[in-house]
């Protein structure tokens, strides 16, 4: 089964889709590399998210997000 968003034509809410699916996959098996990576703040965004929707991953030692150029906060 195909999710809607993907087909609804929307590109930025599928590359958003895209990229939570990502996350969560990393997060499944490979927790400790979200737990260092430079985040975006995006994808802090769709961590937090994940957190509030399913409860699961908490308190994850994670790097502050990181803007398009690298800053912290950007």
Known sequence: RVPEVLLSGH???VER???QEALR???ALRPELVARAPL???EARLLAE???EE?????LPMNP???P???EGA
Do not use: A, N, V, Y
Request: some cysteine.
């Open 40 to 42: 975006s703040l995006l």
């Open 55 to 59: 409860q699961t991953w908490g308190c």
């Open 11 to 13: 590109h930025q809410e």
């Open 65 to 67: 997000p990181r803007g």
């Open 69 to 71: 150029l690298g800053k």
């Open 50 to 52: 994940m957190d509030r």
């Open 17 to 19: 889709w895209r990229r």
């Open 25 to 27: 996959r990393t997060l």
